[in-house]
């Protein structure tokens, strides 16, 4: 018997096999794309949330104060901005940027790294203006350089007061030039009392670091100037001065990414400081009467007076101390004549 | 007669693929309707965490809240004497883009409850409502605080309201 064959078949199973191929691929290469989609819109949805817990805790800081954070940050940076302009905002990778148009952050352009460290100081000049605070990561580098023998208590108590999660260390200007690289983004040199003329040169080993990622500051412990650095080549460049009232102003210092930053985050201060100042001025023709009105002066008149131009231009700030301390010393007399205080 | 059944097989095959997307599509809509559920819940949270901030914010206020070298044992305390001076030199009103940035659209207000006045005794702190066009709603935060009269070294007990809106 012979058998007929037939074609038919042989072309059927092999269109069938083509076809399921085809389909199976589409179906696939469809639920691959599903999958990228869901993952892009996982990592918007984490920025966005990190970048809300950011803004929250900045808020919060400036209610409590002296209060310490740590938030996690999985595989993000943040840029931070505050500039000449008074342009002042953070953005999360991922998301949209944040405007920070009256909360003085103190912080490097750049945070990354597994955590950022946030910590929030009361700014008191003499009476509380409002909260600072100062933003960074662990993997940024602080060096403090101080002769250690001769016992600088001023720069051994703005060392020790740093935040405890800083990767911070202090050395001798004999160990500055062996200094090892030990690989941190970002490197902050806190010099004391040095002048432009004198900064040391940038240990050899972070020549090869980029520019913008080395940074000083030279701190005057007897007056209240800060110089600020930039890294230029193998040596630092003078990039500036600016002042400091108190310890807090030190410590923006330290975190700022550069003068122009620490400047633009003292302008949100001194904005907030001329309001509050005028509120107190009004507040003490209140208690102008009776046997207190000839202790009362016009310390927070002039202190209200000399700190508004500030908001514009902190440099109109510089002599400020004395009036600051011609207030506390009026309030600390109105304290001893039982006599209402002016704060 | 016509041997149809390799067409039948087709329509089998193209028919499984349709049921399969239909079942995929209705998938799709479910999850999407969850989705909108979450966001929107989120969305509710966001609005109520950010009227409880507000509400600290003000209360925080250094333009408001007691000095610490007058009242030193009271936590949530308001100084009379502020917000007389506030009222008076008009800092807040005119300075309401500055003021925006940190309490946005909200109505702060303080009443005394306690002693009870013959006049009611209040202070609009800040005002700065949605315009009634874009008005979706607000919502209240109440915080008692101790107001202290420096004049007369007397405290009172009051309310600060925080309308805080969509």
Redesign the interface.
């Known amino acids: 018997m012979a058998y007929k064959t037939s074609k038919k078949a042989q072309v059927?199973i092999q269109f069938n096999w083509i076809?399921v191929m085809i389909?199976g691929f589409l179906?696939l290469l469809f639920f691959i794309g599903i999958v990228v989609k869901q993952k892009d819109l996982s990592k918007m949805e984490i920025s966005s949330s990190k970048a809300?817990e950011l803004r929250?805790i900045i808020?919060?800081s400036?209610?409590s104060t002296d209060t310490k954070n740590a938030i996690d940050l999985p595989d993000i940076s943040i840029e931070f901005v505050c500039d000449s302009k008074d342009v002042s905002q953070f953005r999360v990778q991922g998301a949209a940027s944040i405007?920070l148009?009256?909360e003085p952050v103190f912080s490097p352009d750049l945070v990354q790294g597994e955590k950022i460290i946030l910590k929030a100081v009361e700014f008191s000049a003499p009476?509380?203006?409002?909260n600072l605070l100062f933003l960074s990561s662990p993997d940024i580098r602080y060096i403090f350089v101080f002769d250690q023998n001769t016992a600088d208590d001023f720069a051994l108590s703005l060392y020790n007061k740093m935040p405890a999660d800083i990767y911070k260390e202090k050395i001798s200007y004999s160990q500055l030039s062996n200094l090892k690289d030990n690989k941190n983004y970002k490197v902050k040199f806190i010099f004391f009392d040095i002048s432009k003329d004198l900064i040391p040169k940038i240990p050899e080993k972070l020549d090869s670091m980029s520019n913008k990622d080395i940074s000083a500051v030279s701190v005057s412990g007897t007056g209240s100037k800060i110089d600020f650095f930039k890294k230029q080549g193998s040596s630092f460049v003078y990039d500036g001065s600016s002042f400091y009232l108190d310890d807090s102003m030190i410590y923006g210092s330290i975190f700022s990414e550069s003068r122009e930053s620490y400047e633009c985050n003292m302008r949100k201060v001194f904005?907030?400081f001329a309001?509050?100042a005028?509120?107190?001025a009004?507040?003490k023709?209140?208690?102008e009467f009776g046997d207190c009105i000839s202790y009362y002066g016009d310390s927070i008149q002039s202190l209200k007076e000399k700190v508004i131009p500030c908001a514009s231009d902190i440099s109109a700030c510089i002599g400020l101390l004395p009036d600051i301390q011609a207030v506390k010393a009026n309030?600390l007399m109105l304290?001893q004549k039982s006599c209402?205080?002016i704060? | 007669m016509k041997n149809r059944k390799?067409q039948v097989k087709m329509f089998e095959?193209i028919a499984i693929?349709v049921i399969?997307f239909f079942l995929v599509g209705i998938g799709f809509i479910f999850y999407s309707k969850i989705k909108q559920t979450s966001q929107s819940t989120e969305s509710e949270e966001?609005f109520s965490?950010r009227a409880v901030?507000i509400a600290?914010?003000a209360?925080?206020m250094?333009?408001i809240?007691c000095?610490?070298?007058?009242v030193t044992n009271i936590e949530n305390c308001v100084?009379v004497?502020?917000l007389?001076?506030?009222a008076?030199?008009g800092?807040i009103s005119q300075?309401l883009d500055?003021y925006y940035?940190?309490l946005g659209y909200s109505v702060i207000y303080l009443n005394v409850v306690y002693p009870d006045f013959e006049n009611p005794v209040s202070w609009v702190i800040y005002s700065n409502p949605k315009p009634a066009a874009k008005d979706l709603g607000k919502v209240q935060t109440q915080i008692p605080v101790a107001v202290y009269d420096?004049?007369e070294n007397k405290y009172y007990f009051g309310v600060l309201y925080a309308d805080f809106y969509r």
Do not use: C, H
């Open positions: 059927d076809f389909a179906i809300t929250g808020t919060s400036q209610v405007n148009p009256t009476f509380k203006i409002t904005k907030r309001f509050v005028s509120v107190y009004e507040r023709k209140a208690f309030n304290k209402p205080l704060y | 390799s095959t693929l399969f966001y965490l901030e600290q914010l209360e925080f250094p333009e809240r000095s610490a070298d007058i100084d004497a502020k007389d001076a506030m008076s030199t800092i300075n500055y940035n940190i420096s004049k």
